[in-house]
C-alpha cells in the first residue's frame, strides 16, 4: 500500500467505537469527540435512547454547537429506577422511535459522526433487540463514524468495534453520600 492509498484509508475509513463500563463519563466523552468534531466542521447526529425525563446541562450545551451537531431526545427517560413512572411499553415505543431514527440519520450520508447514546443499556433492557443493534452496526456506511455508548456492550459487539473505552468506577462522590451535581453529574 502506497502513501497515497494509506491517507485514502486514512480519510474514508469509518470507525465502530465503544464507551462502556459501571463507571461515569461515557455519555460526557461522546460528547467530547462530537466537540472534537465540530472543530473540524464535521456534521454530528446524537440520539439518545434512555435519558430523556430530567434536565440535562448537555442539552443547552449541545444548542451552541448547531448547525454542526443535531441532538434527539428519544428516550423516556431512566426505565425503572428513581421516578420512573412510565410502563415498559411507552420505553420500547420511544426506543423504537429512536432506533428508527439512529437508522435513517446513520443511512442519510449527513453526517461524519453519529453517536448512539445509552443504546447498549436499550438492548440490556430489551428495548432494543440484539438484531435491531447488528442492524445498526452491519448497515453503518463505510466512511461514517458510528459510536455506541452504554453499559454492558455484549462481547459481540465489542468483538465488531475498532475502539472500546471502558469506564472504571474507581471512586464515586455517592459513596461519600455527595448528591449529583449540577455542571459535573447533569
Given at each position: 500500500?502506497?502513501?497515497?492509498?494509506?491517507?485514502?484509508?486514512?480519510?474514508?475509513?469509518?470507525l465502530?467505537?465503544?464507551?462502556?463500563?459501571?463507571?461515569?463519563?461515557?455519555?460526557?466523552?461522546?460528547?467530547?469527540?462530537?466537540?472534537r468534531?465540530?472543530?473540524?466542521?464535521?456534521?454530528?447526529?446524537?440520539v439518545?435512547?434512555?435519558?430523556?425525563s430530567?434536565?440535562?446541562?448537555e442539552?443547552?450545551?449541545?444548542?451552541?454547537l448547531?448547525?454542526?451537531?443535531?441532538?434527539?431526545?428519544?428516550?423516556k427517560g431512566?426505565?425503572?429506577?428513581?421516578?420512573?413512572?412510565?410502563?415498559?411499553?411507552?420505553?420500547?415505543?420511544?426506543?423504537?422511535?429512536?432506533?428508527e431514527?439512529?437508522?435513517?440519520k446513520?443511512?442519510?450520508?449527513e453526517?461524519q459522526?453519529?453517536?448512539l447514546?445509552?443504546?447498549?443499556?436499550?438492548?440490556?433492557?430489551n428495548?432494543?433487540?440484539?438484531d435491531?443493534?447488528?442492524?445498526?452496526v452491519?448497515?453503518?456506511?463505510?466512511?461514517?463514524?458510528?459510536?455506541?455508548?452504554?453499559?454492558?456492550?455484549?462481547?459481540?459487539?465489542?468483538?465488531?468495534?475498532?475502539?472500546?473505552?471502558?469506564?472504571?468506577?474507581?471512586?464515586h462522590?455517592?459513596?461519600?453520600?455527595?448528591?449529583?451535581?449540577?455542571g459535573?453529574?447533569?
Amino acid at each position: 500500500m502506497g502513501e497515497n492509498d494509506s491517507q485514502k484509508l486514512q480519510e474514508t475509513a469509518g470507525l465502530l467505537m465503544v464507551y462502556t463500563g459501571n463507571g461515569k463519563g461515557k455519555t460526557t466523552a461522546s460528547l467530547g469527540m462530537a466537540v472534537r468534531a465540530v472543530g473540524y466542521d464535521w456534521k454530528v447526529c446524537i440520539v439518545q435512547f434512555i435519558k430523556g425525563s430530567w434536565k440535562y446541562g448537555e442539552l443547552d450545551g449541545i444548542k451552541r454547537l448547531e448547525p454542526n451537531v443535531e441532538l434527539h431526545v428519544m428516550g423516556k427517560g431512566f426505565v425503572g429506577i428513581i421516578d420512573d413512572d412510565k410502563s415498559l411499553k411507552e420505553h420500547r415505543s420511544a426506543a423504537r422511535n429512536a432506533y428508527e431514527t439512529a437508522l435513517k440519520k446513520m443511512l442519510s450520508n449527513e453526517y461524519q459522526l453519529v453517536v448512539l447514546d445509552e443504546l447498549n443499556v436499550a438492548v440490556n433492557l430489551n428495548l432494543i433487540t440484539r438484531d435491531e443493534l447488528e442492524e445498526l452496526v452491519t448497515r453503518k456506511p463505510a466512511n461514517l463514524h458510528l459510536l455506541i455508548t452504554g453499559r454492558g456492550a455484549s462481547q459481540w459487539l465489542i468483538d465488531q468495534a475498532d475502539l472500546v473505552t471502558e469506564m472504571t468506577e474507581i471512586k464515586h462522590p455517592y459513596q461519600q453520600g455527595i448528591q449529583a451535581q449540577q455542571g459535573v453529574d447533569f
